[in-house]
């Protein structure tokens, strides 16, 4: 089966692109890139939550082999991991990157540069990763990215905590979206991610994330070229609701493609919550895949079998 031409080049040729790079970057003026809406102008000090300014900051920007395996295939995903998060989860395990902003500020010319230079090195695909307050520099580098010959997949590899606005700049130029989906309580995610209100985000997210895109679709190499890829991290004590954000999953799609995480440990500042300072169990991961059984899913990640 032919690989898809990314939907990207069209909206590039027809001047669509830039039109949406513009509109995206108006958005920094008073930031409201992401949910919180902070209203300040980027890079103003005590600015916005995420700690972002005008540019994009990059940790890196390489071949990676750890992903899911319809990313990775033989070649990589090609991963660019930006600096700085609008989430403040206290388990993270990359707190040196989210929270500590580990990196350096990079013009739309460079962006657009690794971009190519990952795609010259034969990834399959290009893996945004926690990309919610860098959409205005990464449609700004978009086009230049093309104009240098750049044919791959996007990868939206995002937390989930997304605007909806935002989502709508990226219809057609995202293939595929690989959200977490945390939480199902707001209390819980409020405590450990700093984000009350991220279950309700996350779910209107993700829903225009499968309107965009659908279900994941693969080629005869079980590479993905479109689609909704849907993470969620199983939590100690059931703090991330597992049964319910399964239900959730399941009501956009049976078919959607869930990787039910095991991989869970305590980071950052774990230590400081008394549910936290411990791996998952084998039961507890063993419960959150039958929960996704229960509510119909099918799809599930190679790594999904119990620990």
């Known amino acids: 089966m032919a690989v898809p031409a990314p939907s990207y080049l069209a909206l590039h040729e027809s001047g669509e692109l830039a039109r949406r790079a513009e509109q995206a970057l108006t958005l920094l003026d008073e930031c409201s890139v992401c949910p919180r809406e902070c209203g300040v102008p980027r890079g103003q000090e005590r600015g916005c939550f995420c700690g972002g300014g005008t540019l994009a900051r990059v940790c890196s920007a390489a071949p990676h082999f750890g992903e899911e395996r319809p990313l990775v295939g033989t070649g990589g995903s090609g991963t660019i991991f930006f600096a700085g998060c609008n989430l403040g989860c206290v388990f993270c395990q990359n707190y040196e990157i989210s929270h500590g902003r580990e990196g350096r500020e990079v013009s739309a010319v460079e962006l657009a540069n690794m971009m190519v230079g990952l795609q010259r090195r034969g990834c399959h695909n290009i893996n945004f990763v926690s990309p919610s307050h860098v959409v205005p520099q990464i449609l700004a580098a978009l086009g230049p990215a093309i104009d240098l010959g750049l044919r791959m997949p996007l990868v939206y590899n995002t937390g989930g905590y997304d605007a909806l606005a935002t ?20 209390e819980v995610a409020g405590r450990l991610s700093g984000a009350a209100d991220y279950p309700q985000v996350m779910r ?76 998952i169990t084998r039961e507890e991961h063993r419960a959150a895949v039958q929960a996704a059984l229960d509510a119909g899913l099918h799809r599930l990640d190679e790594r999904s079998r119990p620990v």
């Open 167 to 186: 989502l709508e700049l990226l219809d057609g130029v995202v293939d595929i979206y690989m959200p977490d989906a945390k939480y199902a309580d707001p």
């Open 204 to 279: 209107t997210a993700i829903r225009e994330m499968h309107r965009q895109v659908g279900d994941l679709q693969t080629g005869d190499d079980g590479v993905a070229s479109r689609g909704l890829l849907v993470r969620h991290l199983v939590m100690p004590e059931g703090l991330a609701g597992t049964p319910e954000v399964m239900r959730f999953i399941a009501s956009l799609s049976r078919d959607t493609y869930v990787n039910v995480m095991a991989q869970y440990r305590p980071c950052y500042r774990a230590n400081e919550f008394a549910e936290l300072p411990r791996r």
